[in-house]
């Protein structure tokens, strides 16, 4: 399958190697490490048996839930344009844009992308993607070490728990002591008080509870005793919040997947990266520069090469390689589609259908957590085990959030979400709940 | 010439340099339309939110659909012609696995979602994993590694865990090749190992003795491709692993290079006790640019609980989570790059045993004979049969015509094909290092040579100026040296040099 060589090939290339079969290519291994059998695997399929093998397999899952799960993944629409885009052939088999001269439409989207970054959260400088949102922040908390030298790092709480444990997984805890700190009535503490042990402050825009603060006096706390601000922000927010730059970060990291791709189950989406021109030797990952080629004409070149793992080997940024551009890609064109007006819609839309959600499960008697301070998402107390409840709504035709603790569900609200499909959801959580 | 490169038309287009999609915003105009809003307006209050617009392009939907088509325009690829490219395993990517990725839920489940469910899912992990320990030769994988270098990570934070545990963390040295892929020193680093620096011998294999005077009680482990980076199958790998183990040492195939040895022997047989696959290389899954890839790592038994967790376990009632009991933690926010995996088991169902038994014999069956052809024009980098990947070096016509590897890399570029992998592996002067992969017939293999040959010839002419190539392509060398110290990486930031310049 997908193998061109015809009989004739065969007996040419046989003859030029002087080999009767193909076995004869292989006389230098070891015949003990030779499979006599193959593989155990099951035989080929046709593309037409394959078709329902996998629309089979696909339809175990369970059909059309109505998504209310959010922390850090959001069921944001996807226009089809981007998506009809992003996967152009052209893009999607590319390799990496090493060789620059034929490489100007991936490279100059990347540039597109990392500018785009740059104006949307008011940093100077992006990468040209990182893997995930979870691992944006263990990168950018490496950052920072690097850059402080010190040991200490303060991270929020209020983040994803899937994102503090590849923060754990990725930071050394044996040479780096990593400090959680409390949100206090769901807000980072306004009088937290850093040291000059502290490398890295790293804080969550809305918090993964889902309530915001402007983080401008916190910001200048930590770094008045020269610790590196991190800011992991929810990209579909960027339209209504005040942008981290503004706040005086000097890190901005992101799951960006909510701006061009689907939901996916998780992956390939995207990690954002963006900081100072000041850090930008730190910086791990790819970064696309502009300049001119030998007739002056503008041209888009890989640059900073020499913080790269192919160069510096063990003395990298980073050892990232591959990374997730056609996510960036993808990114990219739907920033280009929304232009101004549309992201300012998406956060705008969800968080006025977040409050009117909120009013209507209060009306309901269903308890909130965090009613007042939180914007697209929020925690809804549950009477029964939030686990079970999660359950039953999903029978009833609903992802109906993200077990936040025990009896808690976080819940999140995007511009895709309607009336009518809120208000059954209150109901049947209500149902659910009291019976 | 029949097919690829010059035969063809060339794939790009060039002409005047295409605008940014910011100079081709003007006020006012825009593509995206919402429904209105069908809830009643509440009045938000709340410190952190803005009282103007984000900055963003404003442009219309045809426009932006017309630059990024023209971009498109501008990007060889897979689809478009061929890459020769070394240790990069650019074959060719089945349509049939966009299809299957894009069905519903497959491209729409929220990472959240309980496995009651995400059966289907968690049944495309566990049935690649199924394919993967068998090909490998292994017992259990994890797919949260979403590329390579992620997997390599993981191998080694897995050997370190591993050997703390047993009492062993005075181990702190990781062995690599002095040709291994630069990301096997940056991982080793990153998961607090010493890297020590294993020498290649004449024939391009790791030189045994060389590695019994590295080998003592510190030794943690050895990291190793095989075939390794020149495309020779290690011959020795037996002793190699018995040297490791015997050490106390685990050793971690680096999967870049699997694509040779599909269905002809497996690293889990070699003594290798982890490994990670390449699913964007050996597994027919698109590069997109420069990924995403996805980078599964399979372990043998006893490793199994020191895996990212969670990982789908089949039971009674279908499939479920599983975490193991010493994880290393998590490597990804969830459950790594589910779509790539997902096509890559696409690929594996459409080959089967059929096409996977042969996998690696017909992509060193390619390469072997490029090499052959190559070797009558310029000379091979080591005197041995390759396995899907070959070197071959210039160093001569350096010296004789100060034709360099890069040059002779972009003026291929310029008839249509890909340029080789150049300045890989280090240790080989003028590296040129090819790979063509089992999707590609022999006639583009024989275009690429005879182009080969017809540019060396060309290159030295007596009035060539070899900075010129390529001359065909909607731009020619770039500077390099503009970006690099003036870091124009946004825009403006060109402009605004050369107001200040």
Same mark, same amino acid.
């Given at each position: 399958?997908?193998?061109?060589?015809?009989?004739?090939?065969?007996?040419?290339?046989?003859?030029?190697?002087?080999?009767?079969?193909?076995?004869?290519?292989?006389?230098?291994?070891?015949?003990?490490?030779?499979?006599?059998?193959?593989?155990?695997?099951?035989?080929?399929?046709?593309?037409?048996?394959?078709?329902?093998?996998?629309?089979?397999?696909?339809?175990?899952?369970?059909?059309?839930?109505?998504?209310?799960?959010?922390?850090?993944?959001?069921?944001?629409?996807?226009?089809?344009?981007?998506?009809?885009?992003?996967?152009?052939?052209?893009?999607?088999?590319?390799?990496?844009?090493?060789?620059?001269?034929?490489?100007?439409?991936?490279?100059?989207?990347?540039?597109?992308?990392?500018?785009?970054?740059?104006?949307?959260?008011?940093?100077?400088?992006?990468?040209?993607?990182?893997?995930?949102?979870?691992?944006?922040?263990?990168?950018?908390?490496?950052?920072?070490?690097?850059?402080?030298?010190?040991?200490?790092?303060?991270?929020?709480?209020?983040?994803?728990?899937?994102?503090?444990?590849?923060?754990?997984?990725?930071?050394?805890?044996?040479?780096?002591?990593?400090?959680?700190?409390?949100?206090?009535?769901?807000?980072?503490?306004?009088?937290?008080?850093?040291?000059?042990?502290?490398?890295?402050?790293?804080?969550?825009?809305?918090?993964?509870?889902?309530?915001?603060?402007?983080?401008?006096?916190?910001?200048?706390?930590?770094?008045?005793?020269?610790?590196?601000?991190?800011?992991?922000?929810?990209?579909?927010?960027?339209?209504?919040?005040?942008?981290?730059?503004?706040?005086?970060?000097?890190?901005?990291?992101?799951?960006?997947?909510?701006?061009?791709?689907?939901?996916?189950?998780?992956?390939?989406?995207?990690?954002?990266?963006?900081?100072?021109?000041?850090?930008?030797?730190?910086?791990?990952?790819?970064?696309?520069?502009?300049?001119?080629?030998?007739?002056?004409?503008?041209?888009?070149?890989?640059?900073?090469?020499?913080?790269?793992?192919?160069?510096?080997?063990?003395?990298?940024?980073?050892?990232?390689?591959?990374?997730?551009?056609?996510?960036?890609?993808?990114?990219?064109?739907?920033?280009?589609?929304?232009?101004?007006?549309?992201?300012?819609?998406?956060?705008?839309?969800?968080?006025?259908?977040?409050?009117?959600?909120?009013?209507?499960?209060?009306?309901?008697?269903?308890?909130?957590?965090?009613?007042?301070?939180?914007?697209?998402?929020?925690?809804?107390?549950?009477?029964?085990?939030?686990?079970?409840?999660?359950?039953?709504?999903?029978?009833?035709?609903?992802?109906?959030?993200?077990?936040?603790?025990?009896?808690?569900?976080?819940?999140?609200?995007?511009?895709?979400?309607?009336?009518?499909?809120?208000?059954?959801?209150?109901?049947?959580?209500?149902?659910?709940?009291?019976? | 010439?029949? $097919?690829?490169? %010059?035969?063809?038309?060339?794939?790009?287009?060039?002409?005047?340099?295409?605008?940014?999609?910011?100079?081709?915003?003007?006020?006012?105009?825009?593509?995206?339309?919402?429904?209105?809003?069908?809830?009643?307006?509440?009045?938000?209050?709340?410190?952190?939110?803005?009282?103007?617009?984000?900055?963003?392009?404003?442009?219309?939907?045809?426009?932006?659909?017309?630059?990024?088509?023209?971009?498109?325009?501008?990007?060889? *690829?897979?689809?478009?012609?061929?890459?020769?490219?070394?240790?990069?395993?650019?074959?060719?990517?089945?349509?049939?696995?966009?299809?299957?990725?894009?069905?519903?839920?497959?491209?729409?489940?929220?990472?959240?979602?309980?496995?009651?469910?995400?059966?289907?899912?968690?049944?495309?992990?566990?049935?690649?994993?199924?394919?993967?320990?068998?090909?490998?030769?292994?017992?259990?994988?994890?797919?949260?590694?979403?590329?390579?270098?992620?997997?390599?990570?993981?191998?080694?934070?897995?050997?370190?865990?591993?050997?703390?545990?047993?009492?062993?963390?005075?181990?702190?040295?990781?062995?690599?090749?002095?040709?291994?892929?630069?990301?096997?020193?940056?991982?080793?680093?990153?998961?607090?190992?010493?890297?020590?620096?294993?020498?290649?011998?004449?024939?391009?294999?790791?030189?045994?003795?060389?590695?019994?005077?590295?080998?003592?009680?510190?030794?943690?482990?050895?990291?190793?491709? %095989?075939?390794?980076?020149?495309?020779?199958?290690?011959?020795?790998?037996?002793?190699?692993?018995?040297?490791?183990?015997?050490?106390?040492?685990?050793?971690?195939?680096?999967?870049?290079?699997?694509? *040779?040895?599909?269905?002809?022997?497996?690293?889990?047989?070699?003594?290798?006790?982890?490994?990670?696959?390449?699913?964007?290389?050996?597994?027919?899954?698109?590069?997109?640019?420069?990924?995403?890839?996805?980078?599964?790592?399979?372990?043998?038994?006893?490793?199994?609980?020191?895996?990212?967790?969670?990982?789908?376990?089949? %039971?009674?009632?279908?499939?479920?989570?599983?975490?193991?009991?010493?994880?290393?933690?998590?490597?990804?926010?969830?459950?790594?790059?589910?779509?790539?995996?997902?096509?890559?088991?696409?690929?594996?169902?459409?080959?089967?045993?059929?096409?996977?038994?042969?996998?690696?014999?017909?992509?060193?069956?390619?390469?072997?004979?490029?090499? $052959?052809?190559? $070797?009558?024009?310029?000379?091979?980098?080591?005197?041995?049969?390759?396995?899907?990947?070959?070197?071959?070096?210039?160093?001569?016509?350096?010296?004789?015509?100060?034709?360099?590897?890069?040059?002779?890399?972009?003026?291929?570029?310029?008839?249509?094909?890909? $340029?080789?992998?150049?300045?890989?592996?280090?240790?080989?002067?003028?590296?040129?290092?090819?790979?063509?992969?089992?999707?590609?017939?022999?006639?583009?293999?024989?275009?690429?040579?005879?182009?080969?040959?017809?540019?060396?010839?060309?290159?030295?002419?007596?009035?060539?100026?070899?900075?010129?190539?390529?001359?065909?392509?909607?731009?020619?060398?770039?500077?390099?040296?503009?970006?690099?110290?003036?870091?124009?990486?946004?825009?403006?930031?060109?402009?605004?040099?050369?107001?200040?310049?």
């Amino acid at each position: 399958m997908f193998v061109p060589h015809s009989e004739i090939d065969l007996k040419k290339m046989f003859e030029e190697l002087s080999i009767s079969s193909l076995d004869d290519l292989f006389t230098h291994i070891p015949s003990t490490l030779k499979l006599n059998d193959g593989l155990n695997v099951p035989p080929t399929l046709s593309e037409l048996e394959s078709i329902s093998h996998f629309e089979s397999v696909e339809s175990k899952n369970t059909q059309n839930l109505i998504c209310f799960a959010g922390g850090g993944h959001y069921d944001v629409y996807l226009p089809h344009t981007v998506k009809t885009l992003t996967m152009r052939p052209e893009f999607m088999t590319s390799y990496t844009p090493y060789q620059a001269e034929i490489s100007q439409g991936i490279l100059q989207i990347l540039f597109e992308y990392q500018s785009l970054i740059c104006d949307l959260t008011d940093m100077e400088l992006a990468n040209a993607s990182l893997y995930d949102g979870a691992t944006s922040v263990a990168e950018a908390i490496s950052v920072a070490i690097n850059k402080t030298k010190r040991d200490g790092v303060v991270v929020s709480n209020g983040f994803n728990p899937n994102t503090k444990e590849v923060v754990n997984t990725l930071v050394d805890r044996s040479k780096f002591d990593i400090k959680y700190v409390d949100l206090v009535g769901y807000m980072f503490p306004e009088d937290y008080i850093f040291t000059e042990e502290d490398a890295a402050f790293v804080v969550s825009l809305p918090h993964y509870e889902g309530s915001a603060q402007d983080l401008t006096t916190i910001v200048k706390n930590a770094k008045a005793v020269g610790v590196i601000t991190i800011c992991y922000i929810d990209p579909s927010m960027l339209g209504i919040l005040k942008t981290p730059g503004s706040m005086g970060f000097d890190i901005v990291v992101a799951e960006g997947q909510s701006m061009g791709s689907p939901l996916s189950f998780g992956g390939p989406t995207v990690g954002w990266f963006a900081t100072k021109k000041e850090l930008a030797r730190l910086v791990p990952g790819r970064i696309i520069g502009e300049t001119r080629d030998s007739n002056h004409t503008k041209t888009y070149v890989m640059t900073l090469r020499a913080r790269e793992q192919d160069i510096r080997r063990e003395k990298a940024s980073s050892n990232i390689c591959t990374n997730q551009t056609l996510n960036a890609v993808g990114s990219t064109i739907h920033l280009s589609w929304l232009g101004p007006q549309g992201l300012y819609e998406i956060g705008y839309q969800a968080i006025q259908k977040a409050s009117y959600m909120k009013q209507k499960l209060l009306d309901h008697d269903i308890n909130i957590s965090n009613p007042n301070n939180s914007l697209r998402e929020f925690i809804v107390q549950t009477s029964k085990p939030a686990e079970d409840v999660i359950i039953e709504m999903g029978n009833k035709g609903f992802l109906a959030g993200i077990k936040y603790s025990d009896n808690e569900i976080l819940v999140a609200v995007t511009e895709k979400r309607t009336k009518s499909e809120i208000d059954k959801y209150v109901t049947s959580l209500q149902e659910v709940d009291n019976a | 010439m029949h $097919s690829g490169g %010059n035969a063809s038309s060339l794939p790009l287009v060039g002409g005047a340099p295409e605008p940014t999609i910011n100079q081709l915003s003007k006020p006012g105009r825009r593509a995206s339309r919402f429904p209105k809003l069908d809830v009643p307006v509440t009045e938000i209050n709340n410190p952190a939110i803005r009282n103007d617009k984000p900055s963003l392009p404003e442009v219309s939907e045809h426009d932006l659909v017309m630059h990024y088509s023209r971009l498109a325009h501008r990007n060889f *690829a897979v689809d478009v012609g061929f890459y020769p490219l070394g240790s990069c395993t650019m074959k060719y990517n089945p349509r049939f696995a966009d299809y299957v990725a894009g069905l519903n839920t497959f491209a729409n489940s929220h990472p959240a979602t309980p496995a009651t469910f995400t059966q289907g899912n968690l049944e495309v992990l566990h049935e690649l994993e199924k394919f993967l320990i068998e090909i490998t030769g292994m017992d259990n994988a994890t797919f949260q590694p979403p590329a390579g270098a992620s997997g390599e990570l993981t191998g080694l934070l897995i050997i370190k865990k591993y050997l703390e545990e047993n009492g062993l963390s005075n181990k702190k040295d990781i062995i690599v090749p002095d040709s291994a892929h630069g990301t096997n020193p940056a991982s080793a680093k990153m998961a607090g190992f010493n890297v020590v620096e294993v020498s290649t011998d004449i024939r391009g294999m790791v030189n045994i003795e060389d590695l019994r005077s590295l080998v003592n009680e510190n030794t943690a482990g050895l990291m190793l491709t %095989n075939p390794n980076t020149g495309g020779l199958f290690e011959e020795n790998i037996m002793e190699i692993s018995n040297i490791i183990h015997e050490n106390g040492g685990l050793i971690y195939y680096d999967g870049a290079n699997l694509n *040779a040895i599909v269905g002809v022997c497996r690293p889990g047989d070699m003594g290798f006790d982890i490994v990670h696959s390449n699913l964007h290389k050996t597994f027919a899954t698109p590069h997109g640019g420069g990924g995403p890839g996805s980078g599964p790592v399979a372990v043998k038994g006893f490793l199994k609980e020191y895996l990212p967790g969670p990982i789908v376990v089949k %039971n009674s009632n279908g499939y479920d989570w599983y975490s193991p009991k010493s994880s290393i933690g998590r490597m990804h926010g969830y459950h790594g790059n589910f779509l790539v995996a997902l096509r890559a088991l696409v690929y594996m169902k459409l080959l089967g045993k059929e096409g996977l038994d042969t996998l690696g014999s017909y992509a060193v069956l390619n390469a072997r004979y490029l090499s $052959s052809v190559i $070797s009558k024009i310029i000379p091979l980098a080591y005197n041995e049969p390759c396995m899907h990947e070959f070197v071959a070096t210039v160093k001569d016509l350096k010296k004789s015509h100060k034709i360099k590897a890069y040059d002779v890399g972009k003026a291929l570029l310029d008839k249509g094909f890909h $340029s080789p992998t150049i300045y890989f592996p280090l240790i080989i002067e003028e590296a040129l290092m090819f790979e063509p992969t089992e999707t590609q017939t022999v006639d583009t293999l024989d275009d690429l040579a005879e182009t080969l040959k017809l540019i060396i010839e060309e290159l030295q002419g007596d009035d060539v100026s070899l900075e010129e190539y390529p001359k065909n392509l909607p731009v020619g060398r770039p500077n390099e040296l503009i970006p690099a110290k003036h870091l124009t990486v946004n825009w403006g930031d060109f402009e605004l040099l050369e107001l200040t310049e």
